[in-house]
Nanobody, 120 residues
Framework: QVQLQESGPGLVKPSQTLSLTCTVS??????????WSWVRQAPGKGLEWMGV???????SYSPSLKSRTSISRDTSKNQFSLQLSSVTPDDTAVYYC????????????WGQGTQVTVSS
């Protein structure tokens, strides 16, 4: 059974960098053809895809967030991480990690989500 668990600070100050980690258990993040994504949902809004890292380390980002987003991985810990720089209160959201296909929405697994609030 594959499980994903997000972790990181729940409160970030404006202009700082938001950093979250997703720990995967039950499968390796290097399993062929799997991809691992970050998705967020701001209050009162729909899901927003942020970016993805594939089993081979390739990445892709949302054009609207690309300049501020970085996704990396630590294969020794079976984790992948999100960094979002220069945050504003508009970045307040529940952040989810997900696993499955490269294409947005093709997910087999989801984390439970973690609330991140941007506030001074």
């Amino acid at each position: 059974q594959v499980q994903l668990q997000e972790s990181g600070p729940g409160l970030v100050k404006p202009s700082q960098t938001l950093s979250l980690t997703c720990t995967v258990s039950g499968d390796s993040i290097t399993t062929s053809y799997y991809a691992w994504s970050w998705v967020r949902q701001a209050p009162g809004k729909g899901l927003e895809w942020m970016g993805v890292i594939a089993y081979d380390g390739r990445t892709s980002y949302s054009p609207s967030l690309k300049s501020r987003t970085s996704i990396s991985r630590d294969t020794s810990k079976n984790q992948f991480s999100l960094q979002l720089s220069s945050v504003t209160p508009d970045d307040t959201a529940v952040y989810y990690c997900a696993g499955g296909g490269w294409t947005y929405g093709q997910y087999d697994y989801w984390g439970q989500g973690t609330q991140v609030t941007v506030s001074s």
